[in-house]
T-cell receptor
Framework: AQSVTQLGSHVSVSEGALVLLRCNYSSSVPPYLFWYVQYPNQGLQLLLKYTSAATLVKGINGFEAEFKKSETSFHLTKPSAHMSDAAEYFCAVSAPGGYQKVTFGTGTKLQVIP | GAGVSQSPRYKVAKRGQDVALRCDPISGHVSLFWYQQALGQGPEFLTYFQNEAQLDKSGLPSDRFFAERPEGSVSTLKIQRTQQEDSAVYLC???????????????FGPGTRLTVL
C-alpha cells in the first residue's frame, strides 16, 4: 500500500521568496510520485512527476522536486514565488504496474503575500 | 473534445434524491477512474474501469454508490438516496492504457460539485 503525508495544510510566502512544500511518502515498492496543483473550482493539473528516472524532476511554472529515497521525501520547491502560484497543491503516489491508482495527500494551500 | 469533460459541473440535491454524474473521457482512453474530494481533503479513489469492465470498486463508500461504463467510453456515477455526507467534488480521470510497467498518466476532468441539502 502507498500513502503520502503533506506537512502543513497552509503555507504563506512573500512574493519573490522561496516556496517549499513538504511531502513524505510510504510505499512497499519503488513508487511513482506526483505533485498536482488545483486552482479554485478547477480540476487537477499535473505539475511534475517522478517515475524512477532522474531524481531531480523539473515541472511546469518553474517548480521542481527531488526524490530522496533515504528520507522518503519528495518536497516541492520554486526559487521565487509569484502571485499566480497561489493555489492548493497535492502530493500523490502510485505503484508501477497494474492500473496505477493514485493516492493523494490532504493538500497544502499556498498563499503568496505581495 | 481535447480533455476529460464532466457534467453537470454543479448539482444540488435534496437529501434522499438520486443523482447521476457523467464523465466523458479522452477518446480512446482505456482506463477510467472516479475520485471523491471532500471539502478540505485530497481526492480519494472510488472505482476503476478498464474499457467496460469495472475492475476495482473498493473505494465506493456504500451500496448507494454505483458506477457504470457500458460501452467502454462514457461513464456514469450514480448515487442513490443521497445523504449530506455525500457532498463533495467528484472527479473523473482517464488514461490511455490499462496498465503495465510504464508510467500511464491520468488526465483529470474539472469535477462535479455535489451539494446535498
Amino acid at each position: 500500500a502507498q500513502s503520502v503525508t503533506q506537512l502543513g495544510s497552509h503555507v504563506s510566502v512573500s512574493e519573490g521568496a522561496l516556496v517549499l512544500l513538504r511531502c513524505n511518502y510510504s510505499s512497499s515498492v519503488p513508487p511513482y510520485l506526483f505533485w498536482y496543483v488545483q486552482y479554485p473550482n478547477q480540476g487537477l493539473q499535473l505539475l511534475l512527476k517522478y517515475t524512477s528516472a532522474a531524481t531531480l524532476v523539473k515541472g511546469i511554472n518553474g517548480f521542481e522536486a527531488e526524490f530522496k529515497k533515504s528520507e522518503t521525501s519528495f518536497h516541492l520547491t520554486k526559487p521565487s514565488a509569484h502571485m499566480s502560484d497561489a493555489a492548493e497543491y497535492f502530493c500523490a503516489v502510485s505503484a508501477p504496474g497494474g492500473y496505477q491508482k493514485v493516492t493523494f495527500g490532504t493538500g497544502t494551500k499556498l498563499q503568496v503575500i505581495p | 473534445g481535447a480533455g476529460v469533460s464532466q457534467s453537470p459541473r454543479y448539482k444540488v440535491a435534496k437529501r434522499g434524491q438520486d443523482v447521476a454524474l457523467r464523465c466523458d473521457p479522452i477518446s480512446g482512453h482505456v482506463s477510467l477512474f472516479w475520485y471523491q474530494q471532500a471539502l478540505g481533503q485530497g481526492p480519494e479513489f472510488l472505482t476503476y474501469f478498464q474499457n467496460e469492465a469495472q475492475l476495482d470498486k473498493s473505494g465506493l463508500p456504500s451500496d448507494r454508490f454505483f458506477a457504470e461504463r457500458p460501452e467502454g467510453s462514457v461513464s456514469t456515477l450514480k448515487i442513490q438516496r443521497t445523504q449530506q455526507e455525500d457532498s463533495a467534488v467528484y472527479l473523473c480521470a482517464s488514461s490511455l492504457v490499462g496498465g503495465g510497467g510504464t508510467y500511464n498518466e491520468q488526465f483529470f476532468g474539472p469535477g462535479t460539485r455535489l451539494t446535498v441539502l
